[in-house]
């Protein structure tokens, strides 16, 4: 079954480095989208992406984030100079279109901040 | 701005039990769907149940089923028969129907299941 994949699992980085979180969508989907889960907290939207652009993007994806679909397969998330507030498990989700609006969704990257 | 609330934030059913799970949500759309994930200790998000609120029949997947109340606004799920591997975070979540539609979540029902 095609599946939603995400690396790496796990992240460590310095407050203030960047970070570039990859995800690889199920292949004939064309709606993406991240999302953001502080430990012990809900989900919360990021950002939405489709035919190359942002569609939506909530407060939180502020100047410091970015996304890209690099290549036909790849679609990433940037965080240019990390803070420790940004620590979190990370989710990508893609959605195929044409009515059903399910969005499938990866394992997650857990990025910690130190 | 839409919202979803989850106002359980654990419960604990018995194995081979059932339990019922609550949501409810709020819009000013009148087209939107619903959904219930699933979050195990992998923390991947697996989509349990989807409900189009167009449609007054409630959802039913397996042992999962929904009791959507639209002008309540209520969304609950229950679970007949609950096995261990039930044992998980619940997330609500609300889209609206346009394209592209992010999802709203609620903030989680912890589920114990005990023998």
């Known amino acids: ?114 | 701005a839409q919202t979803v609330t989850q106002s359980q934030p654990e419960m604990s059913v018995q194995e081979a039990e059932t339990v019922t799970l609550s949501c409810t949500y709020d819009t000013s759309e009148s087209d939107y769907y619903l959904f219930w994930y699933k979050q195990p200790p992998s923390r991947q998000m697996i989509l349990v149940i989807r409900q189009e609120a167009y449609k007054q029949q409630n959802a039913t997947e397996n042992r999962f089923s929904v009791n959507f109340q639209k002008a309540a606004k209520s969304f609950s799920l229950k679970i007949s028969d609950s096995q261990l591997g039930d044992a998980a975070m619940y997330f609500c979540a609300y889209s609206y129907t346009g394209t592209a539609s992010k999802l709203t979540f609620g903030t989680g029902t912890r589920l114990q299941v005990t023998l």
């Open chain 1, 1 to 114: 079954e095609p599946e939603v994949t995400q690396t790496p699992s796990h992240q460590v980085t310095q407050m203030g480095q960047e970070v570039i979180l990859r995800c690889v969508p199920i292949s004939n989907h064309l709606y993406f989208y991240w999302y953001r889960q502080i430990l012990g907290q809900k989900v919360e939207f990021l950002v939405s992406f489709y035919n190359n652009e942002i569609s939506e993007k909530s407060e939180i994806f502020d100047d410091q984030f970015s996304v890209e679909r690099p290549d036909g397969s790849n679609f990433t998330l940037k965080i240019r100079s990390t803070k420790l507030e940004d620590s979190a498990m990370y989710f990508c989700a893609s959605l195929l279109g044409g009515g059903l609006n399910i969005q499938y969704f990866g394992a997650g990257t857990r990025l910690s901040v130190l």
